[in-house]
């Protein structure tokens, strides 16, 4: 194939700086995990096993959905990088939204019944 053919790749450092970008992003939500877990320490001992399980999900999704958006977009291109990893941190933000709803409900029904 001659050049004129092939798409034009971006340079490498632009492609690292897009996903350091969004890399502390996701770090940010792996870290608000690791505190949640912390913080409610003693909370989390007489809760159910759904409990821990959503917590543990707080930090291993983010840090798979960061892998896979990367592996998948990394030799598609800076914009189809971007825009995986902007839908990744997407789903990463809903799936924290209905944490905290979760936890919301099960902690007000515990007061309520008691």
Avoid: E, K
């Avoid at 995986?84 to 709803?101: D, I, P, Q, R, S």
Wanted: proline share 3%; hydrophobic share 60%; net charge positive.
């Amino acid at each position: 194939m001659s050049d004129d053919t092939r798409a034009r790749r971006a340079p490498r450092w632009i492609i690292a700086a897009v996903a350091g970008f969004f890399g502390l992003l996701y770090a940010f939500a792996v870290w608000n995990g690791v505190a949640q877990i912390v913080n409610g320490w003693d909370g989390l001992r007489g809760s159910g096993p759904m409990m821990w399980i959503m917590w543990a999900l707080t930090i291993v999704l983010p840090i798979v959905v960061f892998a896979v958006g990367l592996s998948v977009g990394r030799r598609r291109g800076v914009g189809v990088l971007s825009l995986l990893l902007l839908a990744g941190l997407t789903l990463v933000g809903v799936f924290w939204v209905n944490v905290l709803a979760y936890v919301t409900y099960v902690n007000f029904s515990a007061l309520v019944t008691s």
